[in-house]
T-cell receptor, first 116, second 114 residues
Framework: AQKVTQAQTEISVVEKEDVTLDCVYE???????LFWYKQPPSGELVFLIRRNSFDEQNEISGRYSWNFQKSTSSFNFTITASQVVDSAVYFCALSEAYRSAEKLVFGKGMKLTVNP | DVKVTQSSRYLVKRTGEKVFLECVQDMDHENMFWYRQDPGLGLRLIYF???????EKGDIPEGYSVSREKKERFSLILESASTNQTSMYLC?????????????FGPGTRLTVT
């Protein structure tokens, strides 16, 4: 069965600190997709990134970067120079193809608090 | 921009009532999903639909049913609400295709059953 583990449940940092959110996944599929979502206090999940299993290149988008390592089944997310607006719950997710609908298996989420 | 809307942000119902949660998306997405979110448990899939009138159970379907009569609308029904169904309910939609596309989420409905 597919599984996503976010071992950290809550992290608190001071503004401008770097923070890494860990994500470890389990799957028997050779083709799969990994996602990160952000849920700010307003409640709506916001898509951040999708990565397929054949692309292990790291990705950087502004202050955000992602490190995908198939050898350790990890897809970690780093926020550089964190800001108060980064305070949110972050979810890692893994795709599971079922018929024509792509189900996502979510981790339990990690609450990040960035203090001024 | 993809827009997923949910009928209510907050809802308070009594035990035993029949509850309808509505979700509408405006991007012609084939797939739609209902999740519930509880502290420490993350998002858990209740039901999903990959086409009109088609539905599949997710991980926690007990106590819920769904309806998809039109492509853009996916309804979650609590036949007889119970206090353990107090939760945040999130609707999502996505395209179908050869790849796996990101799901777009609505703002959520916080349901309290008293």
């Amino acid at each position: 069965a597919q599984k996503v583990t976010q071992a950290q449940t809550e992290i608190s940092v001071v503004e401008k600190e770097d923070v890494t959110l860990d994500c470890v996944y389990e799957t028997r599929d050779t083709t799969y997709y990994l996602f990160w979502y952000k849920q700010p206090p307003s409640g709506e999940l916001v898509f951040l990134i999708r990565r397929n299993s054949f692309d292990e290149q790291n990705e950087i988008s502004g202050r955000y970067s992602w490190n995908f390592q198939k050898s350790t089944s990890s897809f970690n997310f780093t926020i550089t120079a964190s800001q108060v607006v980064d305070s949110a719950v972050y979810f890692c997710a893994l795709s599971e193809a079922y018929r024509s609908a792509e189900k996502l298996v979510f981790g339990k989420g990690m609450k990040l608090t960035v203090n001024p | 921009d993809v827009k997923v809307t949910q009928s209510s942000r907050y809802l308070v119902k009594r035990t035993g009532e029949k509850v309808f949660l509505e979700c509408v998306q405006d991007m012609d997405h084939e797939n739609m999903f209902w999740y519930r979110q509880d502290p420490g448990l993350g998002l858990r899939l209740i039901y999903f639909s990959y086409d009109v009138k088609m539905k599949e159970k997710g991980d926690i379907p007990e106590g819920y049913s769904v309806s998809r009569e039109k492509k853009e609308r996916f309804s979650l029904i609590l036949e007889s609400a119970s206090t353990n169904q107090t939760s945040m309910y999130l609707c999502a939609s996505t395209l179908s295709g050869t790849g796996t596309y990101e799901q777009y989420f609505g703002p959520g409905t916080r349901l309290t059953v008293t």
